[in-house]
């Protein structure tokens, strides 16, 4: 396994957006290959999530796991509970409450630097898991969080486009 370089917010792989896995793709060798050095790198930075474009590669892929390693009350305020280790293959997202809520969010690829954006409490997610299997997600709270800027990141956005502007500030 191999801890992979990620790559920073003004490189134009995190602008573009992502195609899709063909079936041979996922059930490939190359692509097992590539979900460990992902798992690696994710819990390396450390972070909660990782897409494909942040390594450099415009496949629509994305790694999540989250410890939830914050104080309680932390993790109560932004409704944050353990999520362990899962891949999403060629993800379509429907937001199924529109009420957002806002907290500050960081990304690997804007390193050092954090602010408010609002995102959806609860959404579910049709994907593929890393064997190739249709799988349904809905998420709330955090991780419902975690899966809208994974998703972002397959579509050319990152959370500086969604972000409060004046509240991006340094870590
Ligand atoms: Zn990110």
Aim: glycine content about 6%; hydrophobic content about 45%; aromatic content about 4%.
């Amino acid at each position: 396994m191999a801890i992979l370089e990620i790559v920073q917010a003004g490189h134009p792989v995190l602008r573009e957006l992502a195609r899709p896995l063909s079936p041979e793709e996922v059930a490939s060798k190359e692509l097992a290959r590539l979900i460990d050095d992902m798992r690696e790198t994710m819990r390396a930075a450390p972070g909660v999530g990782l897409a494909a474009p942040q390594i450099g590669i415009g496949v629509q892929l994305a790694v999540i796991e989250d410890p939830a390693t914050v104080p309680d009350d932390d993790a109560r305020a932004r409704d944050r509970d353990k999520v362990p280790f899962h891949v999403i293959i060629n993800p379509r997202l429907t937001i199924e409450e529109g009420e957002p809520a806002v907290f500050f969010e960081g990304c690997l690829s804007v390193d050092g630097w954090c602010a408010k954006v609002a995102r959806a409490r609860c959404v579910r997610v049709d994907a593929l898991d890393e064997h190739g299997r249709p799988v349904t997600i809905r998420a709330r709270g955090w991780y419902a969080r975690i899966l809208q800027h994974e998703i972002d990141h397959l579509n050319g956005m990152l959370y500086i486009d969604r972000m409060d502007t004046r509240t991006f500030q340094a870590v």
